[in-house]
């Protein structure tokens, strides 16, 4: 990965140290993934559990995304996704219904700098 492409990811907030060690330092498996990212499910189908206003969809979504999240380096996005789980888990829907434009604007950062 290029010097210029590494900085633009970590303006991103995304923790390449971090992901390249669970990835045991290689850096083409992991550029593999991180590119993959563009293509991820889990926010796709949170997006549309909770416009549908479906808890139980969403909760299983967002479970996933936020392993994605760990595994890539995502470090922001995740503890976002986190605290929005911790919100479904504890009952308060309205409040992980509200965290969706932060979380949104996370995921559109991160996607901005892995398309670019």
């Known amino acids: 990965m290029d010097a210029e492409k590494e900085a633009r990811l970590e303006a991103a907030g995304i923790d390449l140290k971090s992901a390249l060690e669970r990835f045991m330092g290689n850096e083409a498996m992991l550029e593999k ?42 470090g922001e996005m995740q503890t976002l996704v986190l605290d929005q789980e911790k919100a479904m888990r504890g009952g308060d829907w309205e409040k ?5 434009p932060e979380i949104a604007a996370s995921y559109d950062k991160i996607c901005a700098a892995l398309s670019a």
């Open 33 to 74: 993934y991180l590119g993959r990212f563009l293509n991820e499910k889990s926010y796709m189908e949170l997006v549309q559990a909770v416009a549908d206003d479906d808890s139980e969809a969403a909760g299983r979504a967002v479970h996933t995304l936020k392993s994605v999240c760990g595994s890539l380096g995502f």
């Open 96 to 100: 992980a219904k509200q965290m969706m």
